[in-house]
C-alpha cells in the first residue's frame, strides 16, 4: 500500500495501526515491569501487584469475548445421506449450536469431493453431473474463527 493511502487510511479511522499494535504489546508489559523493577516496594507486595494485574488483564479478555458473542459448538444436518438423480438440484439445510441470536456467523463453505459426479454453489444448492457417489463438506465459520465441518454422503443415480 502506498504512503498515501495509509495516511488517508489513517485519518479515516484515526488511530494509526502502529499505535493500536503498540497498545496491544504495552498495555500489559509495561505495568509487569514497573511493578517488577520498582525496588521500593517489598517483593511480596510486588508479587501480589503482579497477580492482581494478570487477574485484571484476564477480566479485560474474558469481557471481550464475552461482547464478541458465543462459538459455534457443533452443525447438524436433517440427513446423513442424499439419493439424488442425475441432472436434479437439492438445496443442502443445516442448523447451527447454540441457537442464539448473538451468534455471528462469518462464512459457511460448500465443497464437493468430486466435481464430476456432483457440484455445490455457494449457497449450497448442489447440481449432480453423473452417477456415481461424492461427499458434500459444509464448512461453518463464526467471528471467533471458529469452524465446524458437517460432511453428507451423496450418491448419484442414473
Given amino acids: 500500500m502506498s504512503d498515501k493511502n495509509e495516511a488517508i487510511e489513517e485519518y479515516k479511522s484515526g488511530i494509526s495501526k502502529w499505535w493500536i499494535i503498540t497498545g496491544i504489546l504495552l498495555f500489559p508489559l509495561v505495568p509487569f515491569a514497573l511493578i517488577y523493577l520498582n525496588k521500593k516496594i517489598n517483593k511480596y507486595v510486588r508479587g501480589a501487584l ?3 494485574w494478570f487477574i485484571v488483564l484476564c477480566g479485560v479478555y474474558q469481557f471481550a469475548c464475552i461482547k464478541q458473542g458465543p462459538v459455534i459448538k457443533s452443525i447438524s ?19 447451527v449450536k447454540p441457537q442464539s441470536s448473538n451468534l ?49 454422503t451423496l450418491l448419484v443415480l442414473k
Fill in 104 to 152: 455471528k456467523i462469518d462464512e459457511v463453505k460448500y465443497t464437493s469431493s468430486n466435481r464430476s459426479i456432483a457440484t455445490v454453489d455457494k449457497k449450497g444448492n448442489i447440481t449432480s453431473i453423473s452417477p456415481g457417489k461424492t461427499t458434500i463438506t459444509i464448512t461453518v465459520q463464526d467471528n471467533h474463527y471458529t469452524q465446524r465441518t458437517k460432511k453428507i
Fill in 77 to 95: 444436518v436433517p440427513v446423513s445421506t442424499i439419493s439424488m438423480k442425475v441432472g436434479t438440484s437439492h438445496q443442502i439445510s443445516y442448523d
Fill in 50 to 52: 503482579i497477580v492482581i
